[in-house]
């Protein structure tokens, strides 16, 4: 049986997201990007063609990282204004029913405690349709604004972020015992105080005594997502995510990371498939391959090869725009995103990039262009090469989702590879056909049941 596409909506709050200097065409609606009618619309569409989830990602900061300054960014709108992701997703709950909502938050951005409340609060109010990307921010300013001098090293976020998803842990699925909540009116019990309890959390960065104080959510942890691309980030979302974004160049490409990250949750004790591979992806479709082109075109002439180097400069940390073009991006010290060097390396097997690729290959990461056939086609392949979803990307909003719900979705949908209908439950239910929560080889189930007993070495309780 063929098995079907995870289809997510990848947008940002902002103006220009993946695809930059598009945003200046009048058959875009990004400058729009302040009304909760362009994301209520998208959303509602979306959820027409039953995509699997709208997904928006974000970013904490903005660092002067291209040409020596940060003006690139500000005049072409390249990820700034930017406005809060989770208060989007919070918007959204009422106007879908189905859909899974992934909000993206970093660990700096918010304590834990809180952070663990308002996820509980959103599954809550949603009915279980929340999922958290969750990222350890790879801006200076974005650690300048949360008070550090300068970002935090690259494998010491991963650590920080065990910690992080330790504290969230605890409280989503140790403070509150199942069966807690009684809401029993006439025996005038709400919940019961046997079953719920202090997490007595202490460890390098944050000391939290609990308990939870949202009762238990439908899911308890959001649908877990993460986008680490070094060893130290797949690690990580190997041991903890339930859905990793990749950015493969080349179908190739793809399953050697695809293999690489499950050898990697096999360690960690959990199975292949217990962690879902989604490819990032646009598309420019006709009704014919003349059609298509002729749109792709139309598009090149507009994108900024600029905004596509400043992008890339925040991630990698290196300002390429005043790089010599011909320097062989290897020799360039990576503190950020190793992984499109990699992704690169991985995909031209013997080539070395150079700065003067880089642009381009990035505008044209992950397009393809096509019928609405061959697209099917195309996605094919990618499927047999490993990859579980896809995450679409846009050129226009939102018309490349429109187009492609009406014209590629009724394709995939006959070919079995995207869904007719919605499953029941959960966003976790939906997509893995399991339980609403965790299953019990993710580490967070370990807390199930874990403080109903005193802790070894309790925090102390605050004197009356
Ligand atoms: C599809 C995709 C979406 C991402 N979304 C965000 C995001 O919204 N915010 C962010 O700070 N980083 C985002 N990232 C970056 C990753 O979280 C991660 O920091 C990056 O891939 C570097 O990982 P590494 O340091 O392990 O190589 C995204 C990456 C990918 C591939």
């Known amino acids: 049986m063929t098995k079907r596409l995870i289809l997510n909506g990848f947008v940002m709050n902002s103006v220009s997201h993946i695809h930059h200097g598009l945003w200046r065409r009048d058959d875009t609606l990004q400058t729009e990007f302040n009304d909760l009618t362009t994301w209520t619309t998208l959303a509602r569409a979306l959820e027409a063609a039953k995509f699997d989830a709208l997904f928006s990602a974000d970013i904490i900061g903005v660092d002067p990282a291209y040409k020596g300054g940060w003006d690139t960014y500000i005049e072409e709108a390249v990820q700034i204004p930017i406005n809060d992701s989770g208060a989007l997703i919070a918007a959204l709950i009422g106007s879908t029913e189905q859909l899974g909502l992934t909000l993206t938050s970093s660990i700096l951005q918010e304590h834990p405690f809180n952070f663990a409340r308002k996820i509980s609060t959103l599954d809550h109010l949603s009915k279980g349709r929340i999922g958290w990307n969750l990222v350890t921010s790879v801006s200076h300013n974005a650690a300048q604004n949360f008070g550090f001098d300068r970002i935090v090293p690259h494998d010491e976020r991963y650590a920080w972020a065990d910690e992080y998803v330790e504290v969230v842990y605890k409280l989503w699925e140790g403070s509150w015992d199942e069966g807690a909540v009684l809401a029993d009116k006439a025996g005038n019990r709400y919940a019961d105080p046997e079953k719920v309890h202090r997490i007595h959390h202490q460890g390098k960065r944050y000391r939290v005594l609990g308990p939870h104080l949202s009762q238990p959510s439908p899911q308890r942890v959001p649908l877990l997502f993460q986008a680490g691309s070094s060893t130290a980030g797949r690690a990580f979302a190997a041991r903890n995510a339930e859905g990793t974004y990749i950015v493969a160049q080349k179908p190739e490409g793809a399953r050697r990371q695809?293999?690489?990250?499950?050898?990697?949750?096999?360690?960690?004790?959990?199975?292949?498939?217990?962690?879902?591979?989604?490819?990032?992806?646009?598309?420019?479709?006709?009704?014919?391959?003349?059609?298509?082109?002729?749109?792709?075109?139309?598009?090149?002439?507009?994108?900024?090869?600029?905004?596509?180097?400043?992008?890339?400069?925040?991630?990698?940390?290196?300002?390429?725009?005043?790089?010599?073009?011909?320097?062989?991006?290897?020799?360039?010290?990576?503190?950020?995103?190793?992984?499109?060097?990699?992704?690169?390396?991985?995909?031209?097997?013997?080539?070395?990039?150079?700065?003067?690729?880089?642009?381009?290959?990035?505008?044209?990461?992950?397009?393809?262009?096509?019928?609405?056939?061959?697209?099917?086609?195309?996605?094919?392949?990618?499927?047999?090469?490993?990859?579980?979803?896809?995450?679409?990307?846009?050129?226009?909003?939102?018309?490349?989702?429109?187009?492609?719900?009406?014209?590629?979705?009724?394709?995939?949908q006959k070919r079995g590879l995207a869904q007719r209908d919605y499953a029941p439950g959960t966003y976790r239910e939906k997509l893995f056909g399991e339980g609403a929560r965790v299953n019990a080889r993710h580490p967070a189930a370990r807390f199930r049941g874990a403080f109903a007993k005193a802790p070894a070495t309790p925090i102390s309780e605050p004197a009356e």
């Not at 499950?262 to 992806?281: C, H, S, T, W």
């Not at 600029?306 to 925040?314: I, N």
């Not at 990039?353 to 262009?369: E, F």
């Open 258 to 412: 695809i293999e690489e990250t499950n050898r990697y949750l096999v360690e960690a004790g959990r199975r292949p498939g217990d962690l879902k591979f989604i490819q990032g992806m646009s598309f420019i479709i006709g009704s014919t391959e003349e059609e298509a082109a002729r749109k792709a075109r139309d598009i090149a002439e507009d994108i900024s090869i600029d905004g596509y180097l400043a992008h890339l400069s925040r991630d990698l940390g290196i300002d390429l725009g005043v790089l010599d073009p011909d320097r062989p991006v290897a020799e360039l010290e990576i503190e950020g995103v190793q992984g499109v060097v990699r992704a690169f390396e991985d995909s031209n097997p013997g080539v070395t990039p150079k700065v003067r690729d880089l642009g381009q290959v990035y505008a044209k990461a992950g397009n393809i262009t096509g019928t609405p056939e061959t697209i099917a086609d195309a996605l094919e392949v990618w499927q047999e090469a490993g990859i579980d979803g896809v995450n679409v990307s846009y050129h226009r909003l939102p018309a490349s989702f429109l187009e492609f719900a009406e014209h590629v979705v009724p394709v995939l």
